[in-house]
């Protein structure tokens, strides 16, 4: 499975971003997709995830109500809706399946 991540960018603080991240190859069953993050000198941290049939979704409380998950299973793809966006949300942003393949990162800077 491979997967390319896009929609990264800088931004000011309150602002807008949306990231994208397209799968391909064996995607047939997939189980959950996500999103993690990753700020200088900090762990990779969980942001949010969505299970690939149903409606769950999961948030790391640092963004709830502000960052939106969503998919479009026709296109293999998930979403990452950024909203109100804050400096410390600056990282390099990374899309993952089933916590096993891991796509390169896409860089969200945030200034205040």
């Known amino acids: 499975v491979q997967l390319q991540a896009s929609g990264g960018g800088s931004v000011q603080a309150g602002g807008s971003l949306r990231l994208s991240c397209a799968a391909s190859g064996r995607t047939f069953s997939i189980y959950a997709m996500g999103w993690f993050r990753q700020a200088p000198w900090k762990e990779r941290e969980f942001v949010a995830a969505i299970k690939w049939s149903g409606d769950s979704t999961f948030y790391a409380d640092s963004v709830k109500g502000r960052f939106t998950i969503s998919r479009d299973n026709a296109k293999n793809t998930v979403y990452l809706q950024m909203n109100s966006l804050k400096p410390e949300d600056t990282a390099v942003y990374y899309c993952?399946?089933?916590?096993?393949?891991w796509g390169k990162g896409t860089q969200v800077t945030v200034s205040s």
């Open positions: 993952v399946i089933d916590m096993y393949f």
